[in-house]
């Protein structure tokens, strides 16, 4: 997607990624409606994104999580191991308490939800832009609780134990993916996908590959209601 000549130097060029196109379509005249921001790029996975960005190179990268065939997260650290410094906001319908934190250790500058309204979705970039780091009051309490040594962790869920990859694994059995279909979606060996079965099944205290399945399915449909515990 090539900048409207129209467009004033001083404009901000945004790069989006996200796996729907109903959904890059509506930020893009959302974005494009903006007297300081335009839209440069769009991409749908992790591949056409690196190539999009680094030929771009845009002032920002506004990313889902839910990418085809890997992860937002993924995408985060492939940047950050290239060297691309571009400033990241991940916008996603993922449960912050879960994923914010995640982000923003992978190197984004900035969580925001699917489920804001338009103006909040545009501060989030501006603020990004600025410099700033965007989260929700709630998260921003927590990050500053845990710096000074606080702990608000207590009662969280077990899933939150689990490791970026994990929680994607986790994702994809709770979604009734086999071993050998998550091994080919992620790009990883069976032996690998299974390992980090064992790993979850410990750190959830789970017996067995039936209550892994049952947990991650219970899982997974509290989040596509919404409600992730």
């Given at each position: 997607?090539?900048?409207?000549?129209?467009?004033?130097?001083?404009?901000?060029?945004?790069?989006?990624?996200?796996?729907h196109?109903?959904?890059?379509?509506?930020?893009?005249?959302?974005?494009?409606?903006?007297?300081?921001?335009?839209?440069?790029?769009e991409?749908?996975?992790?591949?056409?994104?690196?190539?999009?960005?680094?030929?771009?190179?845009?002032?920002?990268?506004v990313?889902?999580?839910?990418?085809?065939?890997?992860?937002?997260?993924?995408?985060?650290?492939?940047?950050?191991?290239?060297?691309?410094?571009?400033?990241i906001?991940?916008l996603?319908?993922h449960?912050?308490?879960?994923?914010?934190?995640?982000?923003?250790?992978?190197?984004?500058?900035?969580?925001?939800?699917?489920?804001?309204?338009?103006?909040?979705?545009?501060?989030?970039i501006?603020?990004?832009?600025?410099?700033?780091?965007?989260?929700?009051?709630g998260?921003?309490?927590?990050?500053?609780?845990?710096?000074?040594?606080?702990?608000?962790?207590?009662?969280?869920?077990?899933?939150?134990?689990?490791?970026?990859?994990?929680?994607?694994?986790?994702?994809?059995i709770?979604?009734?993916?086999?071993?050998?279909?998550?091994?080919?979606?992620?790009?990883?060996?069976?032996?690998?996908?299974?390992?980090?079965?064992?790993?979850?099944?410990?750190?959830?205290?789970?017996?067995?590959?039936?209550?892994?399945?049952?947990?991650?399915?219970?899982?997974?449909?509290?989040?596509?209601?919404?409600?992730?515990?």
């Amino acid at each position: 997607m090539t900048p409207h000549p129209e467009f004033l130097p001083e404009t901000k060029s945004v790069f989006l990624v996200d796996d729907h196109p109903m959904v890059r379509e509506q930020l893009t005249q959302l974005i494009d409606n903006q007297p300081d921001l335009h839209v440069c790029g769009e991409a749908r996975d992790v591949s056409e994104a690196l190539e999009g960005i680094e030929r771009q190179l845009p002032d920002i990268a506004v990313v889902d999580l839910n990418l085809r065939k890997s992860s937002g997260l993924d995408l985060i650290k492939d940047l950050k191991a290239r060297g691309l410094r571009i400033p990241i906001l991940v916008l996603s319908m993922h449960d912050e308490g879960l994923y914010a934190e995640r982000a923003l250790r992978a190197g984004a500058m900035g969580y925001v939800s699917k489920q804001e309204n338009t103006r909040e979705i545009l501060m989030a970039i501006r603020q990004v832009l600025g410099g700033g780091i965007h989260v929700s009051p709630g998260l921003a309490g927590k990050l500053v609780m845990n710096a000074i040594g606080g702990n608000l962790d207590q009662n969280s869920s077990p899933v939150s134990k689990l490791a970026d990859r994990e929680l994607e694994v986790f994702q994809l059995i709770g979604r009734g993916c086999g071993t050998r279909k998550i091994a080919e979606s992620l790009g990883l060996s069976v032996k690998t996908i299974e390992s980090y079965r064992a790993r979850i099944k410990d750190k959830l205290n789970l017996e067995d590959g039936v209550q892994l399945l049952q947990r991650a399915v219970q899982w997974v449909e509290s989040y596509d209601d919404g409600k992730s515990t």
